[in-house]
Structures are given as structure tokens and as C-alpha cells.
């Protein structure tokens, strides 16, 4: 079982990004995948979550807005599309596989590494 997150990098304020999360080794229709992330000095935070089973694809409402999680056809990667990025944004975003089959409950399975979001100008 792998994810591997890629897609980081350094974006002015207002800008967007795309994030990926390359699965393999398991069957994202099996699973749910999400995205969170941990700020500075913070902990960590769920941000998006998919789940092929119940059809769901959730983000955290305060990130609705801006952030959107969506899967590609091969059905192996998951993306974050983020835009409207903001300074407080910066932080570390990882992919993880959840050990429930819904996003509607989250228990840690599998992580990648992170990736590096810069927000600034």
C-alpha cells in the first residue's frame, strides 16, 4: 500500500494549486481517501475527504469554498484543487487511506509523505 503526495510548492496569495495523491497497491473504490493538512504550530486537520462506496466528497466547511476534492478516471489519484490561497494556508498537506470504507468516520490506515504548500508573496 502506497500514497504519494505531490503537487507542493510556493503560490502568491489568491493563487491555486493542485494536489495529488498517487494510490497504488489497494483499490480506491475500497477505501476512503482523504487530505489534511497541519499548519504551523498547529494540529493536524482533516481538509477534503473521498469515498467512492457511499459517493461521498467532503471538505471541512470552512475550506468549501476554495478547496474541492475530485479522483481521476484511472481512478488511482486523488487531487486537491485549492484556490484562493491564502497565507494562512501554508503548511504541510498529506493523503491518507482510511481504514473505514466512508468519510462519514475517520480511523488512520495508511499516510504518505507530505507535501509543502507556501503561501506568500
Known amino acids: 500500500v502506497q500514497l504519494q503526495a505531490s503537487g507542493g510548492g510556493l503560490v502568491q496569495p489568491g493563487g491555486s494549486l493542485t494536489l495529488s495523491c498517487k494510490t497504488s497497491?489497494?483499490?480506491?473504490?475500497?477505501?476512503?481517501i482523504g487530505w489534511f493538512r497541519q499548519l504551523p504550530g498547529k494540529q493536524r486537520e482533516a481538509v477534503a475527504c473521498f469515498s467512492h462506496i457511499d459517493g461521498t466528497t467532503s471538505s471541512a466547511d470552512s475550506l468549501k469554498d476554495r478547496f474541492s476534492i475530485s479522483r481521476n478516471n484511472s481512478k488511482d489519484t486523488i487531487y486537491l484543487q485549492m484556490n484562493n490561497l491564502q497565507p494562512e494556508d501554508t503548511g504541510v498537506y498529506y493523503c491518507?487511506?482510511?481504514?473505514?470504507?466512508?468519510?462519514?468516520?475517520?480511523?488512520?490506515?495508511?499516510w504518505g509523505q507530505g507535501t509543502l504548500v507556501t503561501v506568500s508573496s
Open positions: 497497491g489497494f483499490s480506491v473504490d475500497t477505501y476512503a
Open positions: 491518507g487511506r482510511n481504514y473505514w470504507t466512508s468519510c462519514n468516520k475517520w480511523e488512520d490506515d495508511y
